[in-house]
Each structure stands twice: as structure tokens, then as C-alpha cells.
């Protein structure tokens, strides 16, 4: 699977629903790897899991637009 996530690190997305950027440690080791995501932690991720994870984001996202 592949993430259509034109972002680079300190950077957002077009839609403004995600930035990106890079950490040198937060203190989840058992948990990676692993995203933050307002400040939620969601760990043990697969690409596809992550995917899975953005794409549930966008769509909650635009549920809340209407």
C-alpha cells in the first residue's frame, strides 16, 4: 500500500489535516513503530495500518465539514 501523503518533515498537507515531523525519541519503544496523532499515540503500525489510520482521519474529518 502506498501513503499519497505529499508532506515533508515540518511541513502540512494541502487539506491542512496533518503535519509532519520528526522526533528524536517519545518514549514509546515497545509501541514501534508508532505515530502521534494529536497527541495520541498508535503504535505497532503497519503501512497498512497507517493507512488505514489516515484515511479514518480524513474521513472523520469531512464528516465534520457537513
Known amino acids: 500500500m502506498e501513503l499519497d501523503m505529499d508532506v515533508k518533515a515540518g511541513k502540512t498537507t494541502e487539506d491542512m489535516l ?26 505497532n503500525l503497519t503501512v497498512e495500518g497507517l493507512g488505514r489510520l489516515l484515511k479514518r482521519i480524513k474521513k472523520e474529518a469531512a464528516a465534520a465539514k457537513e
Do not use: I, Q, W
Open 18 to 43: 496533518f503535519t509532519m515531523e520528526t522526533v528524536g525519541c517519545v518514549g514509546a519503544c515497545a509501541l514501534g513503530p508508532l505515530v502521534v496523532l494529536d497527541k495520541e499515540y498508535h503504535g
